[in-house]
Structure formats: C-alpha cells, structure tokens
C-alpha cells in the first residue's frame, strides 16, 4: 500500500534513497566520493526527521515493511501539472513490482484530479528506469538538461491527460 511519509520513517526512506541510488547512478556517474561520502544514510534521515516541509509529497510502499518511498509534487506554477520526483525501491525488493505499482497509483491519483500532464526528469544512460516510464506512456517531451556538477544529461518525460479531462460547462 501507499501512504504517506511520516517522521518515524525517516531513516527507512533515507536507507532506500541512499541505497539505490548507489545502486542505480554509481555505474553511470562512477564517482565514488559522491557515492560513499556526499551520500550519507544518516545525514539524510536527519533532514527528513528534523527539516519542516522535508517529507511533503512523499510516500511510502508499505506491506508491513517500507519497501519504496517516492515523491511527488501536486501543481506548483501549473496547478494542472504534476512533477513525479522521485521513485525509489530498495534495492532487496527491486523486480518485484513495486515501482509499478507507485507508478500506477501515481497516474490513478493524477488522473482523479484532473490533471492535465505528469513531467519527470531521468538520466538519459538510465535505460531501466526509462523502460518503467515509458510503460506507462510517459515519453521524452524534448526537454534535456545536464545533471548539476556533470556531464550527464537529464532526459524531461511527459504524459499528456488532456485526453481524459472532461469539459465542463463553463468550458474549463
């Protein structure tokens, strides 16, 4: 199930941040620093603990262990625009369709709001993550940008919902 973050979950959801993205961006960005000493469990599960607002849009895959956490951002400048941030799943529990099934409840939660698209970034060499979005209709909207500090390049995807908005009469 997918629930809300809670602070009690904090060093959970830093253990699953921290752990695969090691796992997933180590063998694209090959920077151990980065890897083992920025990234930290600890420091992280401390700024989702302690930093007001840390754990707004995050949620939890939880079956009775935290299994995955992602974030997302509902609107922002585009009231009809959600942002996927993040989509993180332990490492242990990878292939197991977790990621899925966030995926899924995050287009079921969009689509009941009325949304009119859902955006997120990907690192272009991050073909499995690319695969997942896909999937799920997401597809590369044009938009690339590098990855702050390299050489990396981010890839924006984009899932358009226009299609599933009804009209109503005032004509919104």
């Known amino acids: 199930m997918l629930r809300p973050a809670v602070p009690e979950d904090a060093s959970r959801l830093a253990e699953i941040q921290i752990f695969a993205k090691r796992t997933a961006f180590r063998p694209i960005f090959q920077n151990d620093f980065v890897s083992f000493q920025e ?10 603990r302690d930093e007001p607002g840390a754990l707004e849009g995050v949620f939890v895959y939880d079956d009775g262990i935290v299994k995955a956490m992602t974030k ?3 609107g922002g400048a585009d009231s009809r625009c959600w942002e996927l941030k993040e989509v993180y799943v332990d490492p242990f529990f990878q292939h197991q369709g977790i990621g899925a099934f966030i995926l899924e409840e995050f287009l079921k939660e969009a689509a009941q709001a009325g949304i009119r698209r859902a955006t997120l970034w990907v690192l272009e060499k991050n073909e499995p993550a690319r695969a997942l979005y896909s999937r799920y209709g997401f597809a590369p909207n044009g938009n690339r940008k590098l990855q702050e500090g390299t050489v990396e390049v981010l890839v924006e995807y984009e899932r358009d919902f226009s299609h599933l908005c009804v009209s109503s009469s005032t004509g919104v």
Not at 39 to 48: E, I, N, T
């Open 72 to 74: 997302w951002e509902k």
């Open 39 to 48: 990234m930290q469990v600890l420091d992280l599960a401390l700024f989702y």
